[in-house]
């Protein structure tokens, strides 16, 4: 199942910096995609959605920039903190049809930010 | 903050035992769900539950799988007979709707239940 790719598997960024995790989608029928941070050991940690009828969502250090028509989604973290360091999945919804709530997720990005 | 909570952290079990993974999802929420994640693989939906039944289920999700709503507040997932392929993280996770493409259906996640089938 391929519907949401993360195609980097990982990503070192300075502290202070800008982080910008990529994600991008094949099925025209998600309408709701969100970002979840995840520790080892841990589960998924909700950070930040958006509905496919906006384009940007900001929460904090935390925006999410969706281009339907290129089926691409990124998340960018200004600025970064070591703290930000850990697995950083993107998932997809499609709200419509008989999909009650199901989840798809990507393979994962790694984030690391050094001190 | 209301938060999931996954009962126990981890289970370690003979193949071909029966487990029961346990789930406390947030209270006003409706939706259930329960995921799994094999090491090194991506997280995975296996069923939906909502109003006391299944609402969507992969194809994971076979005869060996069951989901309960035994009382108000607990959220279970069974399997009948375990097979080494089953070892995996279990993550619980509940929203408040599911069809809205809004905020409301945003899932959120417990600690997880680390499944080990020897």
């Known amino acids: 199942d391929q519907q949401v790719k993360q195609n980097s598997p990982s990503l070192s960024v300075q502290e202070g910096r800008i982080s910008i995790l990529n994600c991008d989608y094949t099925?025209?029928?998600?309408?709701?995609f969100l970002w979840y941070k995840k520790y080892p050991a841990e589960g998924p940690t909700f950070l930040i959605s958006?509905?496919?009828?906006?384009d940007k969502n900001e929460d904090g250090r935390f925006t999410v920039f969706l281009n339907k028509s290129a089926k691409h989604l990124s998340l960018h973290i200004v600025p970064s903190q070591p703290g930000d360091s850990a697995v950083y999945f993107c998932?997809?919804?499609?709200?419509?049809?008989?999909?009650?709530?199901?989840?798809?997720f990507g393979q994962g990005t790694i984030l690391t930010v050094h001190p | 903050e209301p938060e999931v909570t996954q009962t126990p952290s981890h289970q370690v079990t003979q193949m071909g035992q029966e487990v029961i993974l346990r789930c406390v999802p947030i209270?006003?929420?409706?939706?259930f769900y329960w995921y799994r994640q094999i090491l090194g693989q991506k997280v995975e939906f296996l069923v939906s539950?909502?109003?006391?039944?299944?609402?969507?289920k992969s194809e994971i999700f076979d005869d060996q799988f069951s989901v309960e709503r035994p009382d108000g507040s607990n959220f279970t997932l069974k399997i009948r007979s375990t097979k080494l392929e089953d070892s995996a993280m279990y993550f619980c996770?509940?929203?408040?709707?599911?069809?809205?493409?809004?905020?409301?259906?945003?899932?959120?996640f417990g600690p997880g239940t680390r499944l080990t089938v020897l």
């Open positions: 996770a509940s929203s408040e709707m599911a069809g809205t493409a809004s905020s409301t259906d945003t899932q959120y």
């Open positions: 099925n025209s029928m998600f309408d709701y």
């Open positions: 958006i509905s496919s009828i906006k």
């Open positions: 998932a997809a919804i499609s709200a419509g049809g008989t999909s009650y709530g199901k989840l798809t």
């Open positions: 209270s006003n929420h409706l939706y």
């Open positions: 539950f909502y109003n006391n039944e299944i609402s969507e």
